[in-house]
């Protein structure tokens, strides 16, 4: 579960590559209902959280988001798992709108749309509100207060300048969407830099896969985009990893990407990731206990016999000589 700590400092320096400017703090609000899905709406949180702190450790005075935990009561929340949520009541303290609002999904989803309320308030708050983002689910709750048409969310008011998904169908899952929504906000106030931090940290592995799709316009070059891939092999080395699958993440076909990683990377993606994969099974070796066959495992190599067929290969010895050798010098 993503640690969900809120910050709610009203203002803030938000930096650009030329200047620093006093603004207001961007409001965000995530609207929660009986049985959400804490994982979704927790992700979301924890991605502003997590830009609020790498903001002020870059040398802003203040958090760049307030984030706040919204449902029509207030007070004590049950998600779909059990766990409950503290929330604010929708009150006259939101009745200027939000920067963003995000719409959680879960197993709540389909008795909040039929909760008059719920819609009733979303329909008075969108004119005030920049952004309206579904969580999975959340859809639904906005297809209902008339927020939406079909699959999309589409802009009702001129202050609206974005509206949910702009995914193909099928193109990723609907937490990821909200995920990716997420950072695009933030990409756009702070940088792809900080972007690209908070991805790391809150979705290693697939944080990775979703910069390319940040860096429309071009903003990513093709270095980026091939060591974004890397990253994201490496995240998950201990899996099946096709050529397809990494080329996938650079946004590129796979017979560009065999190419443009070998120019960047100097050696062809295979061998990259095998070099990982070795790097993590030496480790394993040098600084625990555990059987080879565990070790082949954990670092995506198979079993036991193949990872020692890749060392004889690779560096003439088996692993267990090299677990000895290993040790022996470090006490020399």
């Known amino acids: 579960m993503p640690h ?22 961007r409001r965000v609000g995530i609207l929660l209902f009986d049985r959400f899905g804490l994982l979704g709406a927790g992700i979301v949180a924890e991605m502003f959280h997590t830009a609020n702190e790498i903001a002020t450790a870059h040398g802003g005075d203040d958090p760049p988001y307030e984030v706040q935990f919204l449902s029509m ?4 929340v049950a998600s779909s798992s059990s766990a409950r949520m503290w929330t604010d009541g929708v009150d006259a303290r939101y009745s200027i709108g939000f920067d963003v609002l995000f719409v959680a ?70 937490r990821h969407d909200s995920s990716k929504s997420a950072l695009m ?19 290693p592995g697939m944080g990775a896969a979703l910069m390319p799709r940040l860096a429309e316009g071009g903003t990513m070059s093709v270095g980026e985009k091939i060591r974004a891939a890397a990253r994201w092999m490496e995240a998950n080395c201990d899996r099946p990893v ?11 076909s796979e017979r560009n990407f065999l190419r443009r990683f070998k120019h960047e990377m100097h050696v062809t993606p295979s061998d990259y990731l095998l070099q990982v994969r070795l790097r ?9 206990e555990l059987p080879v066959d565990k070790i082949a495992r954990r670092s995506g190599t198979g079993n036991g016999d193949r990872l020692a067929k890749i060392f004889r290969k690779r560096m003439a010895l088996s692993p267990t000589e090299y677990r000895a050798r290993s040790r022996t010098s470090s006490h020399e």
């Open 4 to 25: 969900m700590s809120v910050d709610t400092a009203r203002i803030t320096w938000l930096h650009t590559p030329n200047v620093n400017v006093r603004c207001a703090a």
């Open 73 to 76: 009561e207030g007070g004590s």
């Open 105 to 174: 999904g879960g197993y709540g989803a389909n008795a909040a749309a039929r909760d008059e309320r719920l819609l009733g308030w979303l329909r008075s708050v969108r004119s005030r509100t920049r952004t309206i983002e579904p969580i999975a689910e959340g859809r639904l709750v906005l297809a209902a207060a008339g927020l939406a048409e079909h699959d999309d969310i589409r802009p009702t008011s001129p202050y609206l300048t974005h509206v949910a998904h702009d995914s193909s169908p099928g193109e990723v899952n609907d």
């Open 185 to 203: 906000l933030i990409k756009r106030d702070l940088g792809l830099d900080v972007a690209r931090g908070v991805a790391d940290r809150v979705m």
């Open 242 to 252: 096709s050529v397809a699958d990494a080329a996938h993440v650079a946004a590129m």
């Open 280 to 288: 993590i099974a030496c480790n394993f070796l040098t600084e625990t």
